[in-house]
């Protein structure tokens, strides 16, 4: 099955889901897109939320402070929902791995969980889960994926810039960071196991399919005979997988259906910081 792609007539108009899953925001970094994630969720609200694993990034956070007022209102309008009557389940990510250690606690309306069983409208079910588990990477060699996530916040660094001077000639926004995670050789490699693992680890759980992030590239297609499903990311493709009232799964590219400038929203006139960006 291919990712969808919503093009509603009118996108502002406020949409109710069954369900929403949003992954990988990475509050606490510069290269988060949370004023268009609240954008996303002041017109589009669910009976159920998931949280599926690097909302807030701890990584980033330890090395240096920032969280600007636009970050904190994301948090708030999600807790908001849950006052409201939303189910919020948190499945922490690599990113904000300290929040494992209260895995079953409820607070403020959320509970957090290591993965969940989602069963959709029309009785799908759907192991929901990060999926860093799978990442040989981050399990085996955590020093080499910091070493990723430094090397990854210097492409966006330079991507900001290069794009900079794109929009200078009259050019158009194009990403560096996704030309390398689609074109290089082992990055598609990477991508294509780490797919396979986790639709393998949903068969042998015996659920119908898997939503995951971590990677940072939404996609929606059967692996065998699983559903594998990715909600991508809000720091580069801002998208979100939502489930309608009668089970029917669909990927929304939030920036792409709002003509938001990722451009514009990228460059900032200061000098380049290796610590403002983030990795996946």
């Known amino acids: 099955m291919v990712a969808t792609r919503s093009e509603p007539d009118n996108p502002t108009k406020s949409r109710q889901y069954r369900t929403i899953f949003l992954s990988d925001?990475?509050?606490?970094?510069?290269?988060?897109?949370?004023?268009?994630?609240?954008?996303?969720?002041k017109h589009n609200d669910a009976e159920i939320i998931y949280l599926v694993g690097d909302i807030i990034d701890g990584w980033r956070l330890k090395r240096s402070w920032y969280w600007p007022q636009s970050h904190n209102d994301v948090v708030q309008k999600l807790l908001r929902k849950a006052r409201k009557g939303a189910k919020l389940v948190y499945v922490p990510g690599n990113h904000d791995e300290a929040l494992r250690q209260y895995i079953g606690v409820h607070f403020g309306g959320v509970v957090v969980a290591q993965d969940m069983i989602h069963t959709t409208a029309d009785g799908k079910r759907l192991?929901?889960?990060?999926?860093?588990?799978?990442?040989?990477?981050v399990r085996y060699a955590r020093w080499l994926?910091?070493?990723?996530?430094?090397?990854?916040?210097?492409?966006?660094?330079?991507?900001?810039?290069?794009?900079f001077a794109r929009r200078k000639l009259g050019l158009g926004y194009w990403s560096l960071?996704?030309?390398?995670?689609?074109?290089v050789k082992n990055a598609v490699k990477f991508v294509d196991?780490?797919?396979r693992a986790v639709a393998q680890e949903a068969r042998r759980r015996g659920v119908d399919g898997v939503?995951?992030?971590?990677?940072?590239?939404?996609?929606m297609r059967t692996i065998g005979d699983i559903l594998y499903i990715n909600d991508?990311?809000?720091?580069?493709?801002?998208?979100?997988?939502?489930?309608?009232?009668?089970g029917r799964l669909e990927i929304i590219a939030w920036a792409e259906q709002r003509n938001f400038s990722m451009l514009e929203r990228r460059v900032d006139p200061s000098p380049p910081d290796h610590d403002t960006e983030l990795a996946a």
């Open 25 to 41: 925001i990475h509050l606490g970094t510069r290269g988060c897109q949370a004023e268009y994630l609240l954008d996303f969720l």
């Open 232 to 246: 991508g990311d809000w720091v580069e493709s801002c998208t979100a997988l939502v489930e309608h009232h009668d």
């Open 145 to 163: 994926a910091l070493l990723g996530d430094s090397a990854y916040t210097l492409a966006l660094t330079v991507n900001t810039w290069f794009n």
């Open 177 to 183: 960071s996704a030309y390398l995670k689609n074109k």
């Open 127 to 137: 192991l929901v889960m990060h999926g860093d588990a799978f990442d040989g990477v």
């Open 211 to 219: 939503v995951c992030g971590h990677i940072h590239k939404a996609e």
């Open 193 to 195: 196991s780490f797919e």
